[in-house]
Structure formats: C-alpha cells, structure tokens
C-alpha cells in the first residue's frame, strides 16, 4: 500500500491555468505538508497543515492555496500559473507537529508551466 | 533563521570506496539532524537521523554523529555500492512546535564500477 500518494505525477500547462495536485496519506498522520523542489534540486517548505489546520505559510505568493479536507488530505491549488511555477512539488506527512518525527514523503508531482 | 550547508556535488566513486559527504548546520535551539536520500524519480526517503548532541543514527552501512560543538552532522559509509547512486538531503528540524524541515541544497552521488 501507497504510504503518501500523489495525483498528477505529470502536469504540463500554460501559463495562466489554474491546476490541482492531490495529495492522500494513509498513516493515520496528524501533518502534512507541500514542498518544492526547483530545478537545482533545492526543497524548500511552502505549507504545513495539522489536523486541518494551517501552521506554517513560508511566504508562497497568494497563487498557492492549500486545502485540507480531512486530516489524510492536504490539496494544492495554484491560479495564474507562471513560468517560474515549473518544479516538482512534493507533498509529506509526519505523525506529528513537533521534534524529530519522521516526514515521509509522495513520488512528486513534476509540474511544467509553458 | 536555520540553515543547512552540504559540500557541493557531484561526487562520483567507485565501487567499495569510502564517502563523506559534509553537512554542517546552523540553528538557534536544539535541532533534530537528518539524511534523507533521494533515488532517481523518486521522492526522499528518511536515511538516518540524530536528535541530541553526540547521538549516532545508521542506516544501511551509513551513519552519522551529531557534533554540537562543531555544527556537522556528516554522512559517512565505508564501503559505497553502485546502488547507492542517489542524491543525498542533510535536513534539519528546528526544535519549536512547528516541525518543518530545512533542507541542504543536496549532494548528487555518482557509483561506478
């Protein structure tokens, strides 16, 4: 069984689409979380959520908004997309907030705005 | 803010040679200190890790120390395979409520034979 799991795993789109990626988790986690992965490889965290609630924004442009359904989804909606929107984006859960918890992690959604 | 340095790479090796790859780190309270490794089209998969000062994590023949008084957390395997061709993440956790991970800019490992 898929511990987190990711739908798209490709999306290629113009620029000024509005896209979904989907992400579901099967641990019985508290948290969850959106990060992206530039083109150098370099991740940072865009959005933490724990039990439904938003607990970290770091600065993603108003484009980006997560939605958490329930506590095994955490959903990311992007409107306007731009040139530099073009990353894998890659969607973990941990059991959960704080210390050392483990965060496992989606394959990655490999998003490409044309 | 934290913030985690990792040696450039690509690193390319043969077959039962030795790695390092450095990680050294800064933070403000007590972080926990990871590794996580990143195969080819697929997401990171947690390595190894440390919470405290002085611990030791291993994992699949790699291992590293938690040094306070030197800020690393190094990896380091004795004998490295073809199939550990990876990209490696040093990542810490910082030790407030909320428990995101700052990454290192990741070191690409390359194994031949």
């Known amino acids: 069984d898929t511990a987190v799991s990711q739908t798209p795993k490709y999306l290629v789109t113009q620029m000024g689409n509005d896209k979904s990626i989907k992400c579901e988790q099967n641990?019985?986690?508290?948290?969850m979380y959106w990060y992206k992965q530039d083109s150098k490889k370099f991740l940072k965290i865009m959005f933490s959520?724990?039990?439904?609630?938003?607990?970290i924004n770091e600065t993603v442009p108003n484009r980006f908004s997560p939605k958490s359904p329930d506590k095994a989804h955490l959903n990311l909606h992007i409107n306007s997309l731009e040139l530099g929107d073009s990353a894998v984006y890659f969607c973990?859960?941990?059991?959960?907030?704080?210390?050392?918890?483990?965060?496992?992690f989606g394959p990655g959604t490999r998003l490409t705005v044309l | 803010g934290d913030s985690v340095t990792q040696m450039e790479g690509p690193v390319t090796l043969s077959e039962e040679a030795f790695l390092t790859i450095n990680c050294t780190y800064t933070?403000?309270?007590?972080?926990?200190l990871f590794w996580y490794v990143q195969y080819p089209g697929e997401g990171l998969q947690l390595l190894l890790k440390?919470?405290?000062?002085?611990d030791k994590g291993s994992n699949k023949g790699f291992e590293a120390t938690y040094r306070k008084e030197t800020t690393s957390f190094h990896l380091e395997k004795g004998s490295v395979q073809v199939s550990d061709s990876a990209v490696y993440f040093c990542a810490l956790s910082d030790s407030g409520t909320a428990s995101k991970l700052t990454f290192g800019t990741g070191t690409r490992l390359q194994v031949t034979l």
């Open positions: 933070a403000t309270g007590y972080p926990s």
């Open positions: 973990a859960s941990s059991q959960r907030l704080a210390g050392a918890n483990e965060q496992f």
């Open positions: 641990l019985g986690h508290d948290t």
């Open positions: 959520y724990n039990n439904k609630e938003l607990i």
């Open positions: 440390a919470t405290k000062a002085d």
